[in-house]
């Protein structure tokens, strides 16, 4: 069953009208914003940021994933959202990069 969602960005540094969709994703996105809190190396804004975005990303990404566009980054996608069901999970370590 898929969840609705309504998605808006507002510029905060200039006079433009908000952009906001509604669209729909295979999972809950905030289920995976919980279970993923503070198991990912980046900053809590940084974090509901990339989770959100990856998860809008993927939906698009999927649903047109025969599309020459999409092909060839498909399995590499495929493998890193492995790599990040496995972070999460606590599977593997998360080192913060250095700076």
């Given at each position: ?10 510029s905060l540094d200039r006079e433009v009208p ?82």
């Open positions: 069953m898929p969840h609705t969602y309504r998605v808006q960005v507002q908000p952009l906001q969709f509604d669209c729909q994703n295979h999972d809950d996105i905030f289920a995976i914003l919980a279970l993923s809190k503070g198991k990912l190396a980046m900053s809590e804004q940084e974090h509901q940021a990339f989770i959100v975005g990856l998860k809008l990303f993927g939906e698009v990404m999927m649903q047109h994933r025969k599309e020459e566009l999409f092909k060839g980054f498909l399995p590499h996608f495929k493998q890193f959202m492995g790599q990040l069901k496995r972070t999460a999970r606590g599977e593997e370590a998360v080192v913060a990069p250095s700076e």
